[in-house]
């Protein structure tokens, strides 16, 4: 069974900036695909950063440029790192891992979950 548990969540003004952290597993961080995810309510659950066992991300078009994942396989954490945060940022954000091939924004390939963490993004 793989644990994940996010940190770092909160209440920003708009330009600011919030970094969120998520413990994994010990050994999993540097096997699996790692991702965060987020869900806004009244809205489907969408990718935001993945990165995979040997490093190579995948950032999505809504967020690149603001938005950097990275992950310290000694410290088995890996970290969404995020800029000029905007009002429609505003969701729960979960952290993901995905222990099949491949590694892309897509939730129905991970197979395990943490709670998430709220972000809240105000004008």
């Known amino acids: 069974q793989v644990h994940l548990v996010e940190s770092g969540g909160g209440s920003v003004q708009a330009g600011g900036s919030l970094r969120l952290s998520c413990a994994v597993s010990t050994y999993t961080s540097s096997s699996y695909c790692l991702g965060w995810f987020r869900q806004a309510p009244g809205k489907e659950r969408e990718g935001v950063a993945v990165?995979?066992?040997?490093?190579?991300?995948k950032i999505a078009d809504s967020v690149k440029g603001r938005f950097t994942i990275s992950k310290d396989s000694n410290k088995n954490t890996v970290d969404l790192l995020m800029n000029n945060l905007k009002p429609e940022d505003t969701a729960m954000y979960y952290c993901g891992a995905d222990a099949g091939w491949g590694c892309a924004l897509d939730d129905t390939d991970f197979d395990y979950w943490g709670q998430g963490t709220q972000v809240t993004v105000s004008s």
């Open positions: 990165i995979d066992f040997d490093g190579t991300t």
